[in-house]
């Protein structure tokens, strides 16, 4: 069975390769389509863009899609970046400048209110628009300096406490079992396998 993953992100298409290991899922990438469309993330939640992306490409395409939108609720920001989380610092996808941002608006925040999470809608698409939403999320702490080198995003200000180790620097299999996407993706599986059953 074909899922189209519904994103240029390539950290996001690792992750979610790993998760979908040994699942007779066959996983199409945005680059094997030809001229897919730009699909504009204006939604005010992570739901709304997520099922955004995953219904316009599902219909393009006319395979199942799978999309997400994710990013990192700051509770002393208020929530921010949240759905800005890629363009928090004004370019889509800069995740230096998004880090050096964040670190600047948390400046004058102590220790014990640096609060944040991470989460994830993931939204599954039929080509004929029924769409489902999956949620996931993961607590954590947001550091002064970045500590790691794997991930992407806010990875390596991200401190996970129980392992005492930024997303950054925990290992793929761990943080795919902990994330918010991993938590998410987990959700859809089941519906994966079902579907892929089906059409067996």
């Not at 998760?19 to 504009?40: A, F, K, Y």
């Not at 400046?107 to 004929?128: I, K, S, Y």
Request: glycine share 10%.
């Amino acid at each position: 069975m074909k899922l189209l993953i519904a994103t240029a992100n390539r950290g996001k298409l690792r992750e979610i390769e790993h998760l979908l290991e040994g699942t007779p899922i066959e996983i199409v990438g945005l680059d094997q389509l030809e001229n897919p469309p730009e699909v504009v993330e204006d939604g005010d939640t992570f739901t709304a863009n997520a099922r955004k992306k995953a219904t316009e490409m599902a219909r393009f395409s006319g395979l199942l899609t799978l999309a997400d939108d994710s990013g990192l609720v700051v509770d002393a920001l208020d929530g921010a970046p949240g759905v800005y989380s890629a363009r928090y610092a004004g370019c889509q996808g800069d995740d230096e400048a998004n880090n050096v941002k964040l670190l600047k608006e948390l400046d004058q925040v102590p220790e014990g209110q640096r609060q944040g999470a991470f989460h994830c809608v993931m939204a599954l698409a039929w080509p004929d628009g029924r769409c489902e939403a999956f949620e996931g999320k993961i607590a954590g702490l947001i550091l002064r300096s970045a500590r790691g080198e794997g991930g992407f995003g806010y990875d390596p200000l991200f401190l996970v406490p129980e392992y005492g180790k930024t997303t950054a620097e925990l290992p793929l299999a761990i943080k795919n079992r902990i994330s918010h996407r991993g938590t998410a993706l987990r959700q859809v599986i089941p519906v994966l396998k079902r579907l892929a059953a089906d059409e067996a």
